[in-house]
């Protein structure tokens, strides 16, 4: 049974209160471990002997319902399952979707050095950081062991990116792990024809596996009641990914039901992470872009509904964008508002008769700012208010946003208008004009209206700031 409450938590820890966690006491501790905002081994003390067993028993207890299984090795390994609930409004979802982008072993040496190279290069700064692609996944189209062989042996001298080896044939599978077995690759795939052979190599090579049954699910249950049974719980469960019509339909409600059974109803035999490939799509259509674009409609699908790992072939931006930003907002966690620093940032080089804006520090409404003022060469100071990371609309309807939580966060960053400014003028949002009197009743500054659309500040500027 799994622990559900910090006081049934709380009975497994040491109980000393010895803050060597960051914790003030073992019971915030216990409650952090239930939100998962925190780590066990963070206890130190119950890694000790004494509480060996108790360390154990907790481990298993707290353990999530969809085993988490780590693919590849070091600082770019990829942990993949590891969720408690269906929903992502109950908690949280963890581990977002890992996306291996394929490569071929028909192609030219040339052709495949510059597709890893774009897949190991790629990132797009989104709401304050970089999101990049996570696998490789190197299919072997020749058939052939030793062509599979050297593409796999040219892709790891140019990428430190985890790899998936796909191929039904075990001869093939067995040429990948000679060369690739120490960077822990997982294999594609085990089905119920080839599974013996698959299975001799998940023991001899200690490398995960992913288990094929495309619409049999039955089969895939005995499939991975086989490789528990006999020691191997690296797993992860392929059901199939039909690219369009009914057959998508019936591919959908696979996913849920055993995600449902796994979490539900405890059936931990199939309580793994699920592997969709989008790249299907490519079977059904001959149009490249039409076939991106039923890709990326997958990879959307199957994103909201339980994908934890999913082998793509597009690589063009209007495919990969949204695929990405659907990821990322998907298993951003509700819980804890995504939010910037509340401080003073300079947007380019301000001088003393540079303007002063203000936003808040919710990050899609401080990036989208201050790629506004960025990209038009607009030289600036930008304070984001603390506002427990809400946007300018909903701050200034809720209290979070006002004339004094401006001026007090302007001398929390020491910012002195009297040196760092000619002018003592502030510009606040058009959506929080309400607040000029308030604001200059509070700080003794001039403030000013700005527009309500920070796309609008350009035009705005022209018409408004003389820096007087």
């Known amino acids: ?29 216990a409650s952090h471990l239930i939100d998962r905002s925190i780590k066990l081994e963070d206890c130190k003390p119950i890694l000790e002997d004494a509480y ?11 353990a999530p319902e969809i085993a988490e299984v780590i693919i590849g090795v070091g600082e770019h390994a990829v942990t993949v399952g590891g969720d408690d609930v269906l929903y992502r409004h109950q908690l949280t979802f963890f581990n ?3 996306f291996a982008v394929d490569v071929w072993d028909t192609m030219s040496q040339s052709d495949l050095i510059e597709r890893v190279t774009f897949i190991k290069d790629y990132k797009k700064f989104y709401v304050g950081r970089f999101l990049t692609l996570d696998m490789i996944a190197i299919r072997s189209v020749s058939g052939d062991p030793d062509t599979f062989k050297h593409a796999v042996t040219l892709v790891m001298e140019h990428t430190e990116l985890p790899l998936v080896l796909c191929s039904l044939d075990p001869a093939v599978l067995q040429a990948g792990l000679e060369v690739a077995a120490e960077k822990k690759p997982l294999l594609y795939a085990a089905t119920k024809d080839n599974w013996q052979d698959v299975y001799d190599l998940v023991v001899e090579y200690n490398v995960p596996v992913v288990l094929f049954a495309p619409d049999e699910l039955d089969t895939l249950k005995s499939l991975a009641i086989t490789f528990i049974e006999n020691g191997c719980k690296d797993l992860i469960l392929d059901p199939g990914t039909n690219p369009q019509g009914r057959n998508l339909r019936e591919s959908f409600e696979n996913f849920i039901m055993i995600r449902r059974a796994g979490i539900k109803e405890g059936q931990k035999e199939i309580a793994f992470p699920l592997m969709a490939v989008p790249m299907t799509a490519y079977m059904t259509n001959d149009d490249p872009v039409s076939a991106s674009y039923w890709e990326t409609v997958l990879c959307g699908v199957f994103t909201v509904r339980y994908g934890d790992i999913m082998i793509l072939h597009s690589i063009e931006p209007y495919a990969l964008l949204p695929e990405m930003h659907i990821k990322d907002t998907v ?3 509700p819980r804890t508002p995504v939010k910037v620093d509340s401080r003073v940032y300079k947007v380019g080089s301000p001088d003393k008769d540079s303007p002063v804006f203000v936003t808040t520090n919710f990050a899609l409404t401080f990036y989208t700012v201050e790629s506004d003022l960025a990209s038009n060469e607009i030289n600036c100071h930008l304070l984001a208010v603390d506002t427990d990371g809400l946007g300018v609309e909903a701050a200034v309807a809720g209290g979070q946003l006002t004339g004094k939580n401006i001026a007090d966060d302007f001398k929390k960053s020491n910012f002195d208008f009297s040196d760092k400014t000619s002018h003592n003028i502030v510009i606040i949002p058009g959506l929080a004009a309400r607040l000029q009197g308030d604001l200059e009743d509070t700080s003794g500054l001039n403030v000013m209206v700005g527009p309500p659309d920070s796309g609008r500040i350009p035009g705005w500027m ?3 700031w003389d820096g007087k």
């Open 331 to 333: 298993y951003t966690d």
């Open 52 to 62: 060996k067993e108790k360390y154990q028993d907790l481990s298993e207890l707290m």
């Open 462 to 464: 022209e018409k408004n």
């Open 96 to 98: 977002p979707p890992a």
């Open 1 to 29: 049974m799994k622990i559900n409450s910090p006081l049934e938590v709380y009975q497994y820890l040491p109980q000393t209160n010895c803050q060597e966690c960051g914790e003030l006491t073992c019971m915030a501790f």
